[in-house]
């Protein structure tokens, strides 16, 4: 979702330069985190917030902010929705993303696409989230169709690993 159909690189960016803000610690420049936010050699609870492991009081404050700036920090990267429309007349769709359900479905809906997915699939709903497959395999045991039938299309070395993981085909977009 983030950065593959929607770029949501501001609001994230700002959350967590908010969330940094509850913590007495300087801001970061957004441009930093956004080149790290799908590092995955990175410890991101030390790296975003000094901090060993995300805690319940850092995602509710990331969440505060991305609900209340998440319509106006975000965008469907250009064609996006074309493309949506398009592909929903011939194919099942889905999302699999490490954002939180509630984060996912008020982006989705600010940007009129939700409408598209069968399944959304978000980091609170599974035990493991990606590179884990487990997301993926939620998905395709929901249609009951074969891994060779689908696609994972994603912006970060989390989504092909995720794909790598689970068996299944991927696209990397780089925009």
Known sequence: ???????SSSVIANAINHVRG???LEPMPNREIIACINNTKIHAPSYFYEAPS???????WFQEYYTDHHNIDTALYDGV??????????????????AYQLSAMQILDANDISRYFDI???ADIVT????????????VEHYGEDRDKFVVIGDGERDIMAAQNAGVDSILVDW
Request: glycine share 4%.
């Open 1 to 7: 979702m983030d950065g593959t159909l929607i770029d």
């Open 22 to 24: 509850k913590l007495s």
């Open 54 to 60: 995300f805690t319940k009081e850092h995602e509710n």
């Open 81 to 98: 929705g074309e493309l949506l429309e398009k592909l929903s007349l011939t194919h099942s769709l889905s999302v699999a993303t490490n």
């Open 120 to 122: 959304i699939m978000c």
């Open 128 to 139: 493991h989230a990606k590179p884990h497959r487990e997301m993926l395999d939620v998905i």
